[in-house]
């Protein structure tokens, strides 16, 4: 269960007054640190107005509170082979919390730059390989 955050870091910049065209949003999981049933989540969102009209960047880190057996195996698959992945229901949820923080304030930015809000459907869903 995510039971807190913080935002450390935010970039916005509008480089044109033209036409918005289309929005894009990156989140990408920097960091995952497990500590017993502490998990330390750093991530980086990313909203990219196309065109080059502009962007948003916010670097923040979430907190997370788990049982052993579910903290355990997110730290496993994390340093599994290298390829910093998270249990898919974990991930989900995960992800569902950093897109309404990057875009709560990412709103908040983006009136600032008298850019369009940076919102995505609410909930994300991360699938396995079919």
């Known amino acids: 269960m995510i039971v807190g955050g913080k935002i450390e870091h935010v970039e916005a910049t509008k480089k044109?007054?033209?036409?918005?065209?289309?929005?894009?949003?990156?989140?990408?999981?920097?960091?995952?640190?497990?500590?017993?049933?502490?998990i330390e989540?750093?991530?980086?969102?990313?909203?990219?107005?196309?065109?080059?009209?502009?962007?948003?960047?916010?670097?923040?880190?979430?907190?997370?509170?788990?049982?052993?057996?579910?903290?355990?195996?997110?730290a496993d698959n994390w340093k599994k082979d290298g390829q910093k992945k998270l249990p898919p229901e974990y991930a989900s949820a995960l992800l569902s919390a950093i897109n309404y923080t990057g875009s709560a304030n990412g709103t908040l930015i983006a009136r600032v730059l008298n850019l369009s809000p940076p919102l995505v459907p609410p909930k994300l869903q991360v699938e396995g390989k079919k």
Not at 42 to 64: P, R
């Open 41 to 74: 989540i750093h991530y980086t969102y990313i909203a990219n107005y196309e065109k080059d009209v502009g962007g948003i960047t916010i670097k923040g880190i979430l907190y997370s509170k788990e049982d052993k057996k579910l903290a355990k195996e997110i």
């Open 16 to 38: 044109t007054e033209n036409k918005i065209e289309g929005l894009s949003i990156n989140i990408t999981l920097e960091d995952v640190k497990v500590k017993g049933e502490e």
